[in-house]
């Protein structure tokens, strides 16, 4: 696929513990094959490091990602994570729907 044909995407990374076992790269090269492969190309990333998933206030990363999505200065028109786990265990449903 040409680069002109490409969806920008923008991958959120998140990893609990240093010693987890999806590191912050391994999840950004599953996420980037999976992009290749599906016609999209990574256009920016987001990540919060050693971050619990329970809670947003304490992860910069996808409040940041949150922010430029509302404000409409996004390039980007798809988000990609490595699965939904890394985007969040929020305890509150309608947190994690924002």
Same mark, same amino acid.
């Given at each position: 696929? +040409? ?6 995407a923008?991958?959120? $990374? #998140?990893?609990?513990?240093?010693? &987890? /076992?999806?590191s ?20 920016? +990333? ?9 809670? $947003? #206030?304490?992860?910069?990363?996808? &409040? /940041? ?14 988000v ?19």
């Amino acid at each position: 696929m +040409t680069a002109n044909l490409l969806i920008p995407a923008a991958q959120y $990374l #998140r990893m609990s513990t240093e010693h &987890q /076992q999806y590191s912050l790269e391994n999840q950004s090269a599953a996420i980037r094959a999976y992009a290749e492969a599906q016609g999209f190309q990574i256009a920016r +990333t987001y990540s919060d490091a050693a971050r619990s998933g329970l809670v $947003l #206030r304490r992860r910069p990363g996808l &409040q /940041q990602l949150l922010r430029d999505v509302v404000a409409g200065t996004t390039v980007f028109k798809v988000v990609l994570v490595y699965d939904v786990s890394r985007w969040g265990r929020f305890q509150d449903m309608d947190e994690s729907a924002h």
